[in-house]
């Protein structure tokens, strides 16, 4: 790409994220590295509004800087995470504030040292909170440099190149910011908006800044495809079991739910007539089909917890689902 070519590009860019930029995201309006550093880790597989609305400032007001949350348990830490999912994030981001609490590094180096954080994230943060001269490559960048460069089949090393050649040295957070809101709102996966004909509504920012010079413009899709899931079954029983005011929970030793509370496991043959009610639920690579049942006994090495501790308490969004189908026995 000539010199000329590639800064009229970069141009058009920063003229549309002027525009339609995203740019009353909370995170975006902050240079505290420890707040960003927060919604990253919120932002990794959960949509911008839930992370926004729900998670973002309550876990900020709670925890309103890295020695605050160092400080935490990670009982409290998981509470303020509960029905995000994917806790090891949480854990990751307790971690790192443990080991970093009095202040996290400022090179690319030194931050990928940290638990759950990968090169993604530590360029995120040179980028958007140090307002360094480095390059990022998240999902929607990724798939815009693909079809913009025109490259099938793109490996991550080559991604990062092209994100290289392509940075805007002038305004490296801007450019990166950008490039994030286009794949985000343009360069969609299955319907970018160079696919969409005169008769279709182009919804308000859509029009693409690239439609001239984008090698992928006339086949967007074959340059960059959204891999299908394989998900696998699994069917649990748990049991509610409670007495003298306290439920019996069990915490996971193991997996993406380690250290959370969860229901106990029972065995189905013993307690059908008990059955409360099922429900499905998807995480992550799983497609569950959980049944609740009462039950009179549990084994010995439970935990029995105080009802009233229950909203409080570290347990995830599959967790949540069970308790609330059993509300009326809770309330009895
Ligand atoms: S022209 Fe199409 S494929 Fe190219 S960057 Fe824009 S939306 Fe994506």
């Known amino acids: 790409m000539s010199k000329s070519k590639l800064l009229d590009a970069q141009k058009k860019l920063l003229d549309w994220y002027e525009v339609h930029g995203r740019k009353e995201l ?31 400032p309550q876990f900020l007001l709670k925890f309103p800087s890295l020695l605050a949350l160092s400080q935490a348990s990670l009982e ?30 400022k090179d ?13 994230t530590a360029s995120a943060l040179c980028s958007f909170a140090y307002n360094q001269k480095v390059s990022v490559v998240d999902t929607n960048i990724a798939r815009v440099l693909a079809r913009y460069f025109g490259v099938e089949n793109v490996k991550e090393t ?6 290289e050649l392509f940075l805007n040295s002038s305004a490296p957070k801007a450019h990166n910011l950008a490039l994030m809101d286009l794949g985000a709102m343009v360069c969609l996966p299955k319907n970018p908006s160079c696919t969409l004909n005169d ?3 182009m919804p308000l920012g859509c029009q693409c800044p690239f439609i001239e010079s984008c090698k992928g413009a006339n086949n967007p ?9 394989v998900y696998e079954n699994k069917t649990l029983h748990f049991g509610i079991c409670i007495q003298d005011g306290k439920i019996a929970m069990k915490t996971s030793t193991e ?5 959370m509370l969860k229901l106990p496991d029972i065995e189905k043959y013993h307690h059908e007539t008990n059955l409360i009610g099922s429900f499905k639920h998807s995480v992550t690579r799983y497609r569950l089909e959980v049944h ?8 010995e090495d439970v935990l029995w917890l105080p009802l009233e501790m229950l909203p409080n308490a570290p347990i995830s969004s599959m967790t949540q689902k069970a308790l609330k189908l059993s509300k009326a026995i809770l309330h009895d």
């Open 255 to 259: 997996g993406m739910y380690k250290d």
């Open 292 to 299: 609740v049942y009462t039950a009179d006994s549990v084994e």
């Open 158 to 163: 080559h991604l990062w190149e092209l994100a």
């Open 76 to 105: 409290e830490v998981f509470g303020m995470w509960s029905g995000l999912g994917y806790y090891r994030r949480a854990k990751n981001l307790h971690q790192s504030a443990i080991l970093s609490r009095d202040g996290l590094p």
């Open 108 to 120: 690319l180096e030194s931050l990928q040292k940290l638990p759950g954080i990968g090169k993604y």
């Open 199 to 201: 008769s279709q509504e």
């Open 221 to 229: 899709l074959k340059y960059y495809k959204t891999k299908s899931k």
């Open 26 to 56: 909370p995170w975006r309006n902050t240079e505290d590295v420890y707040s960003i550093y927060v919604s990253e880790i919120m932002l990794q597989q959960t949509q911008v509004k839930r992370v926004m609305e729900e998670y973002y």
